[in-house]
């Protein structure tokens, strides 16, 4: 199994632009999480879904944060438009329906925003 | 709200030293402690996962201890190596009902000197 997969692995953009971030969970993981690590905060949950279904998104910062889960394999973060503070690195994970709490690490987004 | 504090937030030992990596927890009706490890520029690996019931696990030279009551969670690494060097960081989950969203600690960077 590759993992789950995150891309792009950075990205550099200006403010005010949109930035999409995708990831592939693993097969058969109902459970996906976006969580953001920055210095000052350390690691943070944003959201997570189950079954496609996003059950908990109050980590959401603002109405600028949007994710999406259209099917098992795929999901987006956006941010729109961005600010430099949204500066960060962006991990995808993915769990089994039996073990949420194990949960498996994309190898993370690094975003810029100038 | 979970906080997760971990201490130190750097150490640096010299290679073959055993060593205690600390994570303090303000909740003690946990469910389960992870300890992780991350190396730079990749997503994090999940080193040892205690449940609320066991005092410790083990993994080859790491032993991860759990005391619920005083709220504290030690990861031992015996003679260390130079490849143990990384951040670790030690996650709660929500609540005890093992909610899936995880809390985690700042991270403590160890650098194991050859």
């Known amino acids: 199994d590759a993992g789950v997969i995150q891309s792009p692995r950075h990205e550099v953009t200006e403010m005010g632009q949109e930035v999409t971030l995708r990831c592939k969970p693993i097969s058969g993981h109902d459970y996906l999480f976006w969580y953001r690590q920055t210095m000052m905060r350390g690691l943070e949950l944003l959201i997570y879904?189950?079954?496609?279904?996003?059950?908990?998104d109050s980590g959401m910062p603002e109405d600028r944060f949007s994710a999406k889960m259209p099917n098992a394999s795929f999901s987006t973060l956006k941010i729109q438009p961005s600010e430099p503070r949204d500066s960060a690195v962006y991990f995808c994970?993915?769990?089994?329906?039996?073990?949420?709490?194990?949960?498996?690490f994309g190898p993370g987004t690094r975003l810029t925003v100038l | 709200k979970q906080e997760v504090t971990q201490i130190p937030a750097a150490l640096s030992v010299p290679e073959g030293e055993n060593l205690v990596l600390n994570c303090s927890f303000t909740d003690s009706a946990i469910y389960n402690l992870q300890w992780f490890r991350q190396d730079p520029g990749k997503g994090l690996t999940s080193l040892l996962l205690i449940q609320s019931s066991q005092r410790e696990q083990t993994s080859g030279r790491l032993n991860a201890s759990l005391d619920k009551s005083s709220g504290r969670s030690t990861l031992y690494i015996a003679a260390s190596q130079p490849g143990d060097s990384a951040t670790y960081l030690c996650a709660v989950p929500g609540d005890q009902t093992g909610a899936n969203n995880l809390f985690f600690g700042t991270g403590t960077r160890l650098t194991v000197i050859p």
């Open positions: 994970a993915s769990s089994l329906p039996s073990s949420p709490n194990e949960q498996f």
């Open positions: 879904f189950n079954n496609n279904v996003p059950i908990d």
